[in-house]
């Protein structure tokens, strides 16, 4: 099993940043995918961005210029840079890792933090 715990939420002003951090911690025999959802009240789970094992980035196009994706390898730790922040923004954000066991990959999620954007 995985386990992912995310800090660094709370709250922030329009204009302004935040960054959230994930521990990964368990079997992390294998990550394939680690990145970053968000899931506004009343809407869907959304992907923020992610990295890929071999170093690529993805990113929502909400975000794109503005969020940045960084993560350190050794510590299986993923951070997620917010920066030039909106209300829309506003949101719980789940670390997500895809991996683990290395014959058995599966979906993992951690338990969320809410970041809150005041105008």
């Known amino acids: 099993q995985v386990q992912l715990v995310e800090s660094g939420g709370g709250l922030g002003q329009a204009g302004g940043s935040l960054r959230l951090s994930c521990a990964a911690s368990?079997?992390?025999?294998?990550?394939?995918?680690i990145g970053w959802y968000r899931q506004a009240p009343g809407k869907q789970r959304e992907l923020v961005a992610n990295?890929?094992?071999?170093?690529?980035?993805n990113y929502a196009d909400s975000v794109q210029g503005r969020f940045s994706i960084s993560r350190d390898t050794v510590k299986n730790l993923v951070y997620l840079q917010m920066n030039s922040l909106k209300p829309e923004d506003t949101a719980v954000y789940y670390c997500?890792?895809?991996?683990?066991?290395?014959?058995?990959?599966?979906?993992?999620w951690g338990r969320g933090t809410q970041v809150t954007v005041s105008s």
């Open positions: 997500y890792l895809y991996g683990g066991d290395y014959f058995n990959p599966k979906d993992y």
């Open positions: 990295v890929r094992s071999d170093g690529k980035t």
């Open positions: 368990g079997a992390t025999f294998r990550i394939d995918v």
